[in-house]
């Protein structure tokens, strides 16, 4: 009596497990390459932030300088007066200056997390804070230009309703280094609004 043979045959490997496992190995490389584009902008964009930070640092030193030293003392006086102006003599240019040096500081101190910021370019946390950061120094800076602002007007314009005469053609030097700081202390707004744009960018493409 004859032995059946029984025969099993093996398919070929599936061609859709290997198509398959090409689709997860090429998501894989593109998303790695996305990953480490987006890394390469944020790094751009941090690196940017750093210089802009050092710029601002010594903006902001500059003007609360120029404003501490805006003293004049007129060449001629009276023997019971002397007639002199500084910037102690009114307290928006006082406000000023500690405003101005307390931006000074806090944009040294933020330097660490900028740094981080480049190191790390991918990560939220460092961002978000000098996001935050930046966002109310940015008002008390602007605070303290705009009453300066006002008071410079008045010290060259004066105000016919109050009888407030214009002193700047008596204090020329003085008025024109409190401009000058004035005017310093708006550029370091222009670049606080620039910072926080980047730390929005930044985020936002996370």
Not at 47 to 56: E, S, T, V
Not at 83 to 103: E, K, M, S, T
Not at 180 to 186: D, F, H, L, N, R
Request: hydrophobic share 55%.
């Amino acid at each position: 009596m004859a032995k059946e043979s029984t025969t099993i045959d093996v398919g070929e490997p599936s061609t859709v497990t290997k198509s398959s496992s090409h689709v997860v190995g090429d998501a894989k490389k593109k998303g790695f390459v996305a990953a480490a584009a987006g890394g390469g902008a944020k790094r751009g964009l941090a690196i940017f932030d750093f210089l802009l930070r050092l710029a601002a640092i010594a903006v902001t030193i500059g003007a609360a300088s120029v404003m501490y030293t805006a003293e004049e003392t007129l060449p001629f006086f009276t023997q019971f007066l002397q007639f002199q102006a500084g910037y102690d003599d009114l307290p928006a240019f006082q406000y000023f200056v500690v405003a101005v040096a307390i931006v000074a500081s806090y944009l040294v101190l933020s330097l660490p997390f900028s740094i981080v910021a480049i190191v790390r370019p991918l990560a939220v946390a460092p961002r978000l804070i000098l996001l935050i950061c930046d966002t109310l120094v940015l008002t008390l800076n602007t605070s303290a230009a705009g009453a300066a602002a006002s008071i410079d007007y008045l010290a060259h314009n004066g105000n016919q309703s109050t009888n407030w005469l214009p002193i700047c053609q008596q204090f020329g030097d003085f008025c024109q280094n409190v401009s000058t700081a004035i005017v310093a202390g708006s550029i370091a707004i222009v670049f606080f609004i620039v910072l926080i744009i980047i730390s929005a960018v930044a985020l936002k493409r996370h």
